[in-house]
C-alpha cells in the first residue's frame, strides 16, 4: 500500500469517528473543528500520533490539535478528544525525562512504535522547505511506515516487540555527544544504536552530517530496521554474533527499495554516509557475480557486522533480496534464528532447505536472470 493511501486510509478512519450532524456549517459534519491557536493545515497531523510537543500544552485543545464543534458536537465527540487529552498527558508526563536530561523542552513526539526527538529547524523535502513540526510528523510516519513494512515483509508478530523505539535527531554536535551517551550508554558525534531490550538510537543531522532529507531519510531507515531486527522476540543483536550479513543486508534492503541506492555501513558505533560506485547494489551486484569476483559465501556468512568488507555488503544485500524473494516469513525465523546464535549454514537448512553452496549456486542464478546490467 503506497504512503498517500495509508494518510488517506488514516484520515478517512479519523473523520468516520467524528461524524456528528453531516451538514453542519461549522465543521462540515465531523463534530470537531481544528483548534485556532494553530496553523490549521497542520491540526489533521495530530491524528496519526499520540503526543506532539508542538501542540501538547496547548490550553485549547490540550494537544488534541481539535475542539468540539460549539454547534454539533455530541456525547461521542466528546468523549474521543477527552481521550485523546489525556492521553497527552500521560505521555507528557513519560517523555519528559527527555527533557530533564537535556535541560531544555525538547522538540519531540511519540506514536503506537517511536519516540522520536527531531531537534532540525527545517529540511527541503522534494521541492518544499518543511519547518521543524511538518519534519516530526512527517519523520514519525516514516518510522511507523518502516515498523509496519518490516512486520509485514517478515510475518512479525506485534507481540514480538515489547517497548517503543527511541530514536533522536539532533542539530547540535553537542547535544549528540551528550544523548548519545545519556540515552544509547555510547557517546559518539553521530550514528550511535543501543540494540536489544531498549532499542535506541542518536545521531546529528546538520549539515556535516547529511545535505539532504533523502540521506537522512535513508539513514534512518537501515539504522532503525537494525533496531527493530535486534528488538524482536528473541532480544538479541545478531550483528556481533556472526549475524552480520543479514543484520547488514536488511539495513540495505530497505535503503535500495525506498532510493534504488545505499550508502550507509556500520563501522564499530559509526556510521558513515559513503557512496560506493554510485550506491547501485543490483548492478554492482550483478556484476560480481558475473565476473566471477563475488566474496566466498562461506566468509560472508562469518562475519559480523563492523567487520564485513564492501563488496560483502554489496552480496549480504543480494542474499537477503534474494532470500526475501523466495519467502519474508522464512527469512523471519532465520534471523530468529541467527539471534539464538544458531550458525547461519543450519538456519539455511532449517527453514530453506539449502546448504550454503546450493544456496550460492541458486542465488547467483538468479541474480543473472533478474537484476539489471545497466541503470535504467
Ligand atoms: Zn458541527
Ligand atoms: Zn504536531
Ligand atoms: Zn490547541
Ligand atoms: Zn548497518
Known sequence: MSLARIVLLLFVTASAAFAQVPNCKVCGGSGREPCAKHAKVEC????????????????????????????????????????????????????????????????????????????????????????????????????????????????????????????????????????????????????????????????????????????????????????????????????????GWAEEGLGHWFEYRGFQRCDNYCFQEQNTNNDYKGGDYKLLCRKLVATDDAPAIASVFERNTDTLLRDEHVVAFSYVDYLLSLDGAKFGKLCADLRRKVPTREALQKHFGLGPLEFERRWKEWVLATYPTQKD
Open 44 to 243: 489533521p497531523l495530530e491524528d496519526s500520533v499520540r503526543f506532539c510537543s508542538f501542540v501538547a500544552k496547548c490550553a485549547d485543545c490540550g494537544g488534541a490539535g481539535f475542539v468540539a464543534c460549539k454547534k454539533c458536537a455530541g456525547e461521542a465527540v466528546l468523549k474521543t478528544l477527552a481521550k485523546k487529552r489525556e492521553r497527552v498527558a500521560l505521555e507528557a508526563e513519560k517523555l519528559a525525562s527527555y527533557d530533564e536530561t537535556m535541560g531544555r523542552p525538547l522538540r519531540k513526539g511519540s506514536t503506537d512504535h517511536f519516540t522520536l526527538v527531531f531537534e532540525l529547524d527545517d529540511l527541503k523535502v522534494e521541492k518544499r522547505l518543511l519547518h521543524s513540526h511538518e519534519l516530526l510528523h512527517l519523520y514519525l510516519q516514516r518510522l511507523e511506515a518502516l515498523y509496519a513494512d518490516y512486520v509485514t515483509l517478515l510475518d512479525a508478530r506485534h507481540a514480538d516487540f515489547r517497548e517503543r523505539f527511541q530514536v533522536f535527531v539532533w542539530y547540535l554536535d553537542p547535544d549528540q555527544m551528550k544523548a548519545s551517551l545519556a540515552f544509547c550508554e555510547q557517546g559518539a558525534p553521530a550514528g550511535v544504536k543501543l540494540m536489544g531490550a531498549h532499542p535506541r538510537f542518536s545521531t546529528c543531522a546538520n549539515k556535516r552530517w547529511f545535505t539532504t532529507d533523502e540521506q537522512l531519510h535513508r539513514d534512518l531507515l537501515h539504522m532503525v530496521s537494525h533496531l527493530i531486527l535486534s528488538h524482536e522476540e528473541p532480544q538479541a543483536w545478531m550483528g556481533n554474533q556472526k549475524g
